[in-house]
């Protein structure tokens, strides 16, 4: 397949559409529409289905229906249609049942903005509706991995029986950026969907529901729930390294674009000879644990700088991992405010001009 | 013994089960007039049913379909989502009247106004019942209730609501009928009003609705017996019986058919 130009959220709908989502639901919010948009005349063209709904909340329990089916479902939102959403997935997670939700952040709390924010970190990784529940969630840092990471979540969600989440700022949304979409769409045999509501005929009747009056057999329900999270654990989780380097005295973690914009400003300083890593989760639940201790514990790093489009959420999992053994630094705008290569840069050099003047004032002493 | 044949038998589309609603609760009767229906019409092995939250949540353990266990109020949108993506198979809802009336309006009208092709069973004994008797949109003016201890108020909480005069008021073609099962009669009128309504979604026709005038000896404070009484010296007065909306008849500007 050629490369090609395309706008995040209508890359997204395609990859939605090409790993076998051949129907979408949803209700317009800024800046995810173009999802809409691009659907609302590509799903007849393939013979799909396509309905705007009358709300979110509507939405997200059209998906639960949808999804009963065994067939590949997903819509897309952005924060405040999200949180419209929490029951229905909550529900979903409860009932066992797979689909992708695709959020594309913008400044909250309440209506807050439209511009891009990672500051739905704690609702997409901690719950977000009620109960004992967790979500698959991927945060892509370009319009290519967004694809890729779309497309896979389907697999994700089949493979677990359990909704995954697709987060990305509203940049990831809205910017342009080539990408290729694989020329035969393949995936890892899964397991026959023999749960879902085909008809009772020739057998017993499925039911999917979420309700156990029987705490005994809630609680079962929820130890199936943490089973496949602890499975998560062990197989899903994605990350990727920049730069890490023996000589490096930060590391930086970031996710989404914002990941790319420090990347940005660790290129400019490195043209200063200056050397930083960047350690970005791919998978935000499950979160890399092991291998971003791993990268912290190392002997050259003095401080994990953590950078983020909120006012500190990821944050709290950065220290939850590190526990303690290397000091934690936090920089983040909030409410649509993009921390900007410049700043990124400043809160470095701040951190190494510190670091410095605590070895001269250790080596006096000493 | 060679001449005799069945005459009367339990639907195969309702379990061989005891159910747990209370003496003089008119749920059974609607729960047996569907599984009548899906078996006469051969649509067993081909429905979906969406449970609410309410009494009925366990209507999984009674009719013996495919169910889905929707949360509170959202039954439509479930079966929205279903139907849409499995057209070739039978969708129902089946509702109480604080999960479509109150929580679950919106979804409802809209799933009315789309002209969905799923029937709701639209259960109305004007009061919460699982949760122990709470005033209802449906509730009756004057009505005694664990959040109306005075009687309902409509001064301050509105007059009840008439889901079928109300659906009637939208454009789009739907079946809307209202019953009651209080009598025998009224059972085989109520028959009658569910066959068509499965019948039109056989046929894609439309969107349909049965509203059933029911009980809650429980929560009324009333005896079965009462409560047959107060059916008919209460509720009738206020939700008249009748056929609100059909396909096959025109509307006319001031909402009758």
Known sequence: MPRILMKGNEAIAEAALRAGATNYFCYPITPQTEVAEYLAHRMP???????????????????????????????SSSSPGISLMQEAISYMAGAHLPCVIVNIMRGGPGLGGILPAQS?????????????????????????????????????ADKYRNPVMVIGDGMIGQMMEP?????KYEEPPLPPKDWACTGARGREPHIIKSLFLDPLALEKNNLLLYQKYEKMKAEEVRFELYKTKTENKILIVSYG??????????DELETESISVGLFRPITLFPYPEKELYAEAARKNIKTVLVIEMSIGQMVEDV????????????????????????EAKEQIKELLKKEAGTRKRKTRKG | MEDSKIIFSRPTALKPTVTHYCPGCTHGVIHRLVAEVLDELNLREKTLGVAPVGCSVFAYNYINTDFLEAPHGRAPALATGFKRLRPDMIVFTYQGDGDLASIGMGEIVHAANRGEKFTVIFVNNGIYGMTGGQMAPTTLEGQITTTSPKGRNVAEVGMPIRICELLSSLVTPAYLERVAVHTPQHIIRAKRAVRKAFTYQTQNRCFSLVEFLSTCPTNWGLTPGESVRWVEENTLKYYPLGCFKD???????????
């Open chain 1, 45 to 75: 063209e393939v013979g799909g289905v396509f309905l705007q709904a009358e709300s979110e909340i509507a939405v997200g329990n059209i998906l639960f229906g949808a999804a009963s089916t065994g067939k590949r479902v997903f819509t």
């Open chain 1, 120 to 156: 739905d970190y704690f609702q997409a990784t901690k719950g977000g509706g009620h109960g004992d529940y967790r979500l698959l969630v991927l945060a892509p840092s370009t319009i290519q991995e967004a694809v890729d990471l779309t497309m896979q979540a389907f697999y994700l």
């Open chain 1, 179 to 183: 990408v290729e979409f694989p020329e």
């Open chain 1, 257 to 266: 674009t914002m990941a790319r914009i420090c990347q940005t400003a660790i």
């Open chain 1, 319 to 342: 220290e939850r991992v590190v526990r303690g053994i290397k000091p934690i630094k936090f920089f983040g705008r909030t409410g649509g405010v993009v921390p900007s290569p410049e």
């Open chain 2, 247 to 257: 396909p096959d008849k025109e509307v006319k500007t001031d909402g009758t058919v």
